[in-house]
């Protein structure tokens, strides 16, 4: 079965250290999005690309975080630099119409900034 | 703006014990409802959903039905199993499916 890929699993790094975080969507999935999720809260959505154009990134945080899909395939998602409250689940979800409801979900990678 | 509330935890349960985890929602319009099931160190899967009001969703013996006069989308499963022990999370997508919200998940653990 299909799966959205992410990498890496762990990440711990130190503020103010650049991070970069990787998904490779469904094959076939034109719409990928990237969410934050807090622990002990619900995912937000940060970006959301078509294709190879953002979409959405009300929520991108623009000033130390950015996304970006070259090839319309995969994905990296990068924050620098990065700061304490930064530490989170990020999940890459993927889905073939464009439509959130629809999505499926990588396994996520866990951040930790010290 | 569209909101999910669904019950706080962590809610540890017996094997074979009923389960209820409540959500109830806030939206414009006519909002898609889902629950998403969280297992230990996986990404989020969808475990039901239901896209207009009196729709019953299940899977895997868990249901939930849009109830439209009481905001509700409440998520039931009549004999809890202990590999149903995860994170469960009730969302709301808008009527366009342009926005989605998570509540911000319920811990379930059912013990042996």
């Known amino acids: 079965e299909a799966e959205v890929a992410q990498s890496p699993r762990y990440k711990i790094t130190e503020k103010s250290q650049a991070v970069a975080f990787w998904c490779d969507p469904i094959?076939?999935?034109?719409?990928l999005y990237w969410y934050r999720q807090i622990l002990g809260q619900g995912p937000e959505l940060l970006v959301q690309?078509?294709?190879?154009?953002?979409?959405?990134d009300s929520q991108l945080p623009k000033d130390r975080f950015s996304a970006e899909r070259l090839k319309g395939v995969d994905s990296t998602l990068k924050i620098q630099p990065a700061e304490l409250g930064d530490s989170a689940m990020y999940l890459c979800?993927?889905?073939?119409?464009?439509?959130?409801?629809?999505?499926?979900f990588g396994p996520g990678t866990r951040l930790t900034v010290l | 703006g569209d909101s999910v509330t669904q019950m706080e935890g962590p809610v540890t349960l017996s094997e074979e014990a009923f389960l209820t985890i409540n959500c109830t929602y806030t939206?414009?319009?006519?909002?898609?409802l889902f629950w998403y099931v969280q297992y230990p160190g996986e990404g989020l899967q969808l475990l039901l959903k239901?896209?207009?009001?009196?729709d019953k969703g299940s899977n895997k013996g868990f249901e939930a039905t849009y109830r439209k006069e009481t905001t509700s989308f409440h998520l039931e499963k009549g004999s809890v199993q202990v590999s149903d022990s995860a994170v469960y999370f009730c969302?709301?997508?808008?009527?366009?499916?342009?926005?989605?919200?998570f509540g911000t998940g319920t811990s379930l653990t059912v013990i042996p």
């Open positions: 939206a414009t319009g006519y909002p898609s």
């Open positions: 239901a896209t207009k009001a009196d």
């Open positions: 969302a709301l997508s808008d009527n366009n499916g342009n926005q989605f919200y």
């Open positions: 094959s076939g999935h034109a719409t």
């Open positions: 690309f078509q294709d190879e154009s953002v979409v959405d």
């Open positions: 979800a993927s889905s073939p119409s464009g439509s959130l409801m629809e999505q499926f």
